[in-house]
C-alpha cells in the first residue's frame, strides 16, 4: 500500500516517469481505496458464481436417481445404494442451501462493508509515520502533501530525506517536517477554536508560495482612496448585481439554449493534450454519450497508447500496463459543464472580477459531492471561463481549476476548444486544444464497455457456462 501510494509522488517529486499516469486521470486520480470495493464487489460475485456452478452440478444427478428409482430389478445391494446415495444427496443439497443461505446472509452482511470501506481507509491505516494526519482519508495524503509544498514554494525534500536516489518518507531527520506537523495541529486548532470548525485558515493563507510568512507590511502602503465611499453615497457607481440564476439562464442561452442543449446526445473530439511541466504534446480523443458514457485514448510518446472508458456504472483503464477497473467520475458526464443546475446544494452570487483583463461574475456553490465550488462567467458573452473545485482538508481547501477558452459554434452549440487544467500538483497539469468537434454523430456504443481481459499464461481456465 505504502509504495503503491507513495510511488506515483515519488516519481513526481524526481523524474517524469509518472507524470502520465498522473496527468491522464483527466479529473482525478484513483484512490487504490475503490479499488479494493471493486475486488471485494468481485469476490462476492465469484462465490457467487461458483456456487451456482455447483448447484447446476447437483440437478442432472438428482435427476439419475430418480429415473433409477423407476427401473425395475433391483437387488437389495442395489437398493441400499440407492438408498444411501439418496441420503447423500440429500444431504449434500441441505448442506449446500445451508451454504448458501450463509452466503446470501455473508452477502447481505457485506454489503453495509463494502459502503463503509467506499468511506476509504484513513491515512494511518496506510502509511507508517502518521501523527498528525490521523483521519484523513488515505487518497488525499498526496494531494495533501502536493498543498503543503505549493502553499510553501518548496519540494518533497524540503522535508522529507532523499538519499541515494531514494525517499524516506516516514524517516523524521527533518526539522521542518517537525515543524510543518506543529503547523498542522495550529491549523486546525485556530480553525476549531475561532472558525467554529470551518476550513477558514489553510497553510496558503500566511505563507503565499514563500516558506517564511511575511510578518511586517511591505511599506509604502496604498492610501485609502477617499473618493471611492462618497461616489457610492451619490448613487452612481453601483448597478445591481445578477443572480445566481440570471446567471445561469444567460449561461444556457449563450450555450445556445435549453432546446438545442436538450437535443445532444454525443460528442466526439480530437485534438492534443499538451503536458505543461514537460511541454509533452500526445494526440487526444474522446467520445461521449448521454447521460455519462466516455471513451478516451491517449498516443503517449512513452507510455504507448492508454485507453479509458466508463459506462456509467463501471469505469476501466487499458494501458501497456494492462487492464484495470477505475473509479468511476461522475464529474465526466457530457453534461458536467453544461447543466450546471441540480449540480449544487446550494449556489449563490459570489461578486464582479477580472480574468485576463475580461469582467466576470463569481459564483460560489457547494457541489453535490460536498466539494466547494466556484465558477467564473464572463459577464460580457455569459460563457463559463474557470471552474474552480475545491476539496476540504484538515491543512486547507485544495483547489483544482478548469478554464475554458476559444468557445466555437457547432451545429448550434457553443463548445469550449481549448481546456486547461491546473492543480497544486504542477506536473499534472494540462493543455487540451480540440481541432474537431462533432455533435450527435453516432459513436460506437460497445466502446464505452470495459474490453475482455487477454488472457495471460498461467492464469486459470475460463468458468463452465
Ligand atoms: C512542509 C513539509 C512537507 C512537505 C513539503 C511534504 N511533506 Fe510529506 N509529510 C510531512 C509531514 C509533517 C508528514 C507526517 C504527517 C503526520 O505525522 O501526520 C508527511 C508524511 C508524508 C508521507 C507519509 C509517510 C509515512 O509513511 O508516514 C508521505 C508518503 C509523504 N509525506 C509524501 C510527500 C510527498 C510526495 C511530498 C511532495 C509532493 C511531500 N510529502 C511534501 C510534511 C511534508
Ligand atoms: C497563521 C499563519 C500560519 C499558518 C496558517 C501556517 N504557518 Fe507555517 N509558519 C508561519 C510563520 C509565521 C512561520 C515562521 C516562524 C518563524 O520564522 O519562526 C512559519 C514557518 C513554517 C515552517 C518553517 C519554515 C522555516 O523556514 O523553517 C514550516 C515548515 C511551516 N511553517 C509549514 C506550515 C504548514 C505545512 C502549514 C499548513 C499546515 C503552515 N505552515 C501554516 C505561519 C503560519
Redesign the pocket.
Known amino acids: 500500500m505504502l509504495s503503491l501510494r507513495a510511488l506515483p509522488a515519488v516519481a513526481r517529486c524526481s523524474s517524469r516517469f509518472l507524470i502520465y499516469k498522473k496527468s491522464l486521470a483527466v479529473f482525478v486520480t484513483l484512490p487504490v481505496s475503490l479499488l479494493e470495493v471493486v475486488n471485494t464487489r468481485l469476490g462476492a460475485n465469484q462465490l457467487l458464481a461458483s456456487y451456482k456452478f455447483v448447484h447446476l452440478r447437483l440437478l442432472p444427478l438428482r435427476k439419475g436417481c430418480m429415473k433409477t428409482k423407476i427401473t425395475e430389478h433391483l437387488t437389495r445391494t442395489r437398493i441400499f445404494i440407492l438408498y444411501v446415495s439418496l441420503l447423500l444427496v440429500v444431504c449434500v443439497s441441505i448442506v449446500g442451501s445451508v451454504e448458501a443461505g450463509h452466503m446470501r446472509s455473508a452477502l447481505q452482511k457485506s454489503a453495509p462493508a463494502t459502503q463503509a470501506a467506499a468511506v476509504e481507509k484513513s491515512v494511518e491505516q496506510v502509511q507508517k509515520n502518521i501523527q498528525v494526519l490521523t483521519g484523513l482519508p488515505a487518497s488525499q495524503l498526496i494531494p495533501v502533501m502536493n498543498y ?1 509544498g505549493s ?2 514554494g518548496v519540494k518533497c525534500t ?2 522529507h530525506v532523499r538519499k541515494d536516489e531514494k525517499w524516506d518518507f516516514v524517516s523524521d531527520e527533518k526539522p ?1 517536517k517537525g ?2 506537523r506543529e ?2 495541529k ?2 486546525q486548532g ?1 480553525n476549531k477554536g475561532s472558525f467554529k470548525g470551518n476550513p477558514a ?3 496558503f ?3 503565499r508560495g514563500s ?3 511575511v ?1 511586517v507590511p511591505q511599506l509604502p502602503i496604498a492610501a485609502p482612496t477617499p473618493f471611492a465611499e462618497s461616489a457610492e453615497a451619490a448613487g452612481t457607481a453601483k448597478e445591481a448585481p445578477p443572480t445566481a440564476e440570471q446567471i445561469l439562464a444567460k449561461y444556457t442561452e449563450a450555450l445556445g439554449g435549453s432546446v438545442a442543449i436538450e437535443k445532444l446526445k454525443t460528442r466526439s473530439t480530437k485534438g492534443s493534450l499538451t503536458m505543461i511541466a514537460s511541454g509533452e504534446t500526445m494526440s487526444y480523443e474522446a467520445y461521449q454519450s448521454a447521460p455519462n458514457k466516455i471513451y478516451t485514448i491517449l498516443n503517449t510518446p512513452k507510455q504507448g497508447v492508454i485507453e479509458r472508458g466508463s459506462n456509467g456504472q463501471t469505469a476501466w483503464e487499458k494501458s501497456s500496463r494492462g487492464l484495470r477497473d477505475v473509479e468511476v467520475n461522475a464529474r465526466q458526464s457530457l453534461f458536467s459543464d453544461i447543466k450546471l443546475g441540480g449540480q449544487f446544494t446550494r449556489i449563490g452570487y459570489g461578486g464582479k472580477e477580472k480574468i485576463d483583463g475580461k469582467d466576470v461574475y463569481l459564483l460560489r456553490g457547494i457541489g453535490v459531492d460536498g466539494k466547494g465550488e466556484r465558477l467564473y462567467f464572463d459577464a460580457q458573452t455569459g460563457l463559463l471561463v474557470r471552474r474552480i473545485t475545491s476539496t476540504t482538508t484538515v ?2 481547501l485544495i483547489p483544482e481549476q478548469v478554464d475554458y477558452d476559444d468557445y466555437r459554434d457547432v451545429n448550434g452549440l457553443k463548445v469550449p476548444f481549448t481546456i486547461r487544467f491546473t492543480s497544486v500538483d504542477s506536473f499534472s497539469n494540462w493543455t487540451r486544444k480540440l481541432t474537431e468537434i462533432k455533435l450527435n454523430a453516432p459513436v460506437d456504443e460497445t466502446k464505452f464497455n470495459k474490453p475482455a481481459q487477454a488472457p495471460s499464461p498461467g492464469a486459470p481456465p475460463a468458468k463452465p457456462s
Open positions: 503543503m502553499s510553501l524540503y522535508c521542518e515543524t510543518a503547523m498542522i495550529m491549523v485556530i485558515i489553510g497553510c493563507t500566511c505563507h516558506s517564511s510568512p510578518r491543512v486547507g
